[in-house]
Nanobody, 123 residues
Framework: QVQLVESGGGLAQAGDSLRLSCAAS????????MGWFRQAPGKEREFVSA????????VYADPVKGRFTISRDNAKNTVYLQMSSLKPEDTAVYYC????????????????WGQGTQVTISA
């Protein structure tokens, strides 16, 4: 069955870096655009970044542009999110997801989701 397992979250201080990983199985990873979303307490899930299965450049939400970098390793069926210059407002549960149709920015466009990994940034 399809599985997406995130890891790499934790507690960090403002200005620190973290790298999240998402290991995928149960589907043809190399054929899917993969995305990262996040959800802070009391807020809706929001788009962070997406990386295409093709050569198209990655896309980022404005709040993370220049600080976060998404990448993938199709040989390892893994997508990464390198997060730098972290801010307290980056605190959230981070989810990876496999895109199926429609806008990359909309959570409803993704069929498969991981369980999430908590990222907490202290000031």
């Amino acid at each position: 069955q399809v599985q997406l397992v995130e890891s790499g979250g934790g507690l960090a201080q403002a200005g620190d870096s973290l790298r999240l990983s998402c290991a995928a199985s149960g589907f043809t990873f190399s054929s899917y655009t993969m995305g990262w979303f996040r959800q802070a307490p009391g807020k809706e899930r929001e788009f962070v970044s997406a990386i295409s299965w093709s050569v198209a450049p990655p896309v980022y939400a404005d709040p993370v542009k220049g600080r976060f970098t998404i990448s993938r390793d199709n040989a390892k069926n893994t997508v990464y999110l390198q997060m730098s210059s972290l801010k307290p407002e980056d605190t959230a549960v981070y989810y990876c997801a496999a895109h199926s149709r429609g806008s990359y920015y909309y959570s409803g466009s993704y069929d498969y989701w991981g369980q999430g990994t908590q990222v907490t940034i202290s000031a």
